[in-house]
């Protein structure tokens, strides 16, 4: 009896579309700690890589390229399936197609990312000359990709706090602006720091943030969905 009404008082609980709108969600609270740990962990290990010199993107280079082109490309997936969710669990109101867009935009550029990739740099791979190196065609537009998918969810940030700041939710409001505001501040950085250690540990320090934000956000979603929602 009491089950019952536990189900009769949550019917989110026993709704199949609410579930089928929190499993995309759960992408988006997953796919940044696994990219960042995979990252992370080949940063860590890979002979000749320095964090404070080295963007990740050229993790994608050498006999191990593949688990960084991978990981690229699965993150940018999951991304794409969480904005899916999104779409689904913002409903209507400011934002409500927008923002899943901008996301699904970023989860492209990262998919394209990995399969266009960037080029050997900074003496990375180990025997790689150091300096910028040769640009191939694959180097031009996986920068293209970053770049297309760095705007979008910037864009994404500000779009989802204009919609917490009319819902009244101003903690949230300002985070997600915040996040846009450090994330684009770390992307100017490294694409005008040449190289700068303060540069790339800033831009490396904006990605871990954007994708704690887009964790936070498929989070909070994901715990208030409910069927009028989906």
């Given at each position: 009896m009491t089950q019952q009404m536990t189900r009769i008082a949550n019917p989110a609980t026993?709704?199949?579309?609410?579930?089928?709108?929190?499993?995309?969600?759960?992408?988006?609270?997953?796919?940044?700690?696994?990219?960042?740990?995979?990252?992370?962990?080949?940063?860590?290990?890979?002979?000749?890589?320095?964090?404070?010199?080295?963007?990740?993107?050229?993790?994608?280079?050498?006999?191990?390229?593949?688990?960084?082109?991978?990981?690229?490309?699965?993150?940018?997936?999951?991304?794409?399936?969480?904005?899916?969710?999104?779409?689904?669990a913002l409903g209507t109101g400011y934002g409500a197609a927008w923002a899943p867009r901008l996301v699904g935009g970023y989860g492209l550029s990262l998919v394209g990312a990995g399969i266009f990739r960037a080029d050997p740099a900074m003496g990375f791979p180990a025997g790689t000359p150091q300096g910028p190196g040769e640009v191939t065609w694959h180097g031009m537009l996986?920068?293209?990709?970053g770049a297309v998918g760095f705007l979008c969810v910037i864009a994404a940030c500000f779009v989802i706090g204009r919609r917490f700041a009319v819902a009244g939710r101003t903690g949230w409001a300002v985070y997600s602006r915040l996040t846009g505001t450090l994330f684009l501040a770390g992307f100017v950085a490294v694409a005008t720091g040449a190289g700068a250690a303060w540069a790339n540990l800033g831009f490396v320090t904006g990605v871990v943030i954007v994708w704690a934000w887009l964790s936070a956000l498929s989070l909070h979603l994901y715990r208030h969905v409910t069927p009028e929602h989906v």
């Amino acid at each position: 009896m009491t089950q019952q009404m536990t189900r009769i008082a949550n019917p989110a609980t026993c709704d199949p579309r609410t579930g089928v709108t929190r499993s995309l969600l759960g992408y988006g609270v997953i796919a940044g700690p696994l990219y960042v740990m995979v990252s992370l962990a080949q940063a860590l290990t890979r002979e000749g890589f320095d964090l404070s010199r080295h963007a990740w993107s050229l993790l994608a280079n050498g006999g191990l390229g593949w688990i960084q082109i991978a990981n690229f490309v699965l993150a940018g997936l999951m991304v794409v399936v969480c904005a899916t969710g999104l779409r689904r669990a913002l409903g209507t109101g400011y934002g409500a197609a927008w923002a899943p867009r901008l996301v699904g935009g970023y989860g492209l550029s990262l998919v394209g990312a990995g399969i266009f990739r960037a080029d050997p740099a900074m003496g990375f791979p180990a025997g790689t000359p150091q300096g910028p190196g040769e640009v191939t065609w694959h180097g031009m537009l996986h920068f293209a990709c970053g770049a297309v998918g760095f705007l979008c969810v910037i864009a994404a940030c500000f779009v989802i706090g204009r919609r917490f700041a009319v819902a009244g939710r101003t903690g949230w409001a300002v985070y997600s602006r915040l996040t846009g505001t450090l994330f684009l501040a770390g992307f100017v950085a490294v694409a005008t720091g040449a190289g700068a250690a303060w540069a790339n540990l800033g831009f490396v320090t904006g990605v871990v943030i954007v994708w704690a934000w887009l964790s936070a956000l498929s989070l909070h979603l994901y715990r208030h969905v409910t069927p009028e929602h989906v």
